[in-house]
């Protein structure tokens, strides 16, 4: 059965570190996310991504995140500048048709530890 | 703006019994659709069960079901004839149709089925 696979599982890295966190979607999906959720908290949406662009962002996502689908497999989360409240789970998620009916398929999602 | 509230952090269940999780959500929209996400341990989050508003109708898979009432903005699952298997952290979201591209989940409750 076809999932999405994130890379890596876990990630350390230092305060004002750039981090790269990977996801490869279902192939035939065109709709793409991340969510991520700091511990004991909810699970928050990050950036919705279609046709090549951003469709839509929360407010977390500053300017301090990109989102980009360099090679039409992966879909990447870029960090330029990481914080320690950027410590969380980062799930990636795909979904094949319009994020309207809210039938998505995640990851197992990357734990990102900021120190 | 929408909220989704789990009330119980944790439940247990004994294997074969019946167990219900509760959620409330709040919405201003008349459009949207209703979840419920299961991420067993170190594993994927996968969709359980979809509501859509407009549909009065309970919606049911196999062993799980909802009682969705609309007035009372309450979204409950019920899992019967619970399995070890069952074991994971039940997220409840929602989503607005046609106006957002993000799910808005709540915090989630632990589940535990026992012997």
């Known amino acids: 059965e076809p999932e999405v696979t994130q890379t890596p599982s876990h990630q350390v890295t230092q305060m004002g570190q750039e981090v790269i966190l990977r996801c490869v979607p279902i192939s035939n999906h065109l709709y793409f996310y991340w969510y991520r959720q700091i511990l004991g908290q909810k699970v928050e949406f990050l950036v919705s991504?279609?046709?090549?662009?951003?469709?839509?962002k929360s407010e977390i996502f500053d300017d301090q995140f990109s989102v980009e689908r360099p090679d039409g497999s992966n879909f990447t989360l870029k960090i330029r500048s990481t914080k320690l409240e950027d410590s969380a789970m980062y799930f990636c998620a795909s979904s094949e048709a319009g994020w309207n009916t809210g039938e998505l398929f995640f990851g197992e999602g990357s734990r990102l530890t900021v120190l | 703006a929408q909220t989704v509230t789990q009330s119980q952090p944790e439940m247990s269940v004994q294997e074969a019994e019946t167990v219900t999780l509760s959620c409330t959500y709040d919405t201003s929209e008349s459009n949207y659709y209703l979840f419920w996400y299961k991420q067993p341990p170190s594993r994927q989050m996968i969709l359980v069960i979809r509501q859509e508003a407009y549909k009065q109708q309970n919606a049911t898979e196999n062993r799980f079901s909802v009682n969705f009432q609309k007035a009372a903005k309450s979204f409950s699952l019920k899992i019967s004839d619970s399995q070890l298997g069952d074991t994971a952290m039940y997220f409840c979201?929602?989503?607005?149709?046609?106006?957002?591209?993000?799910?808005?989940f709540g915090t989630g409750t632990r589940l535990q089925v026992t012997l």
């Open positions: 979201a929602s989503i607005n149709t046609g106006t957002a591209s993000k799910l808005t």
């Open positions: 991504f279609y046709n090549n662009e951003i469709s839509e």
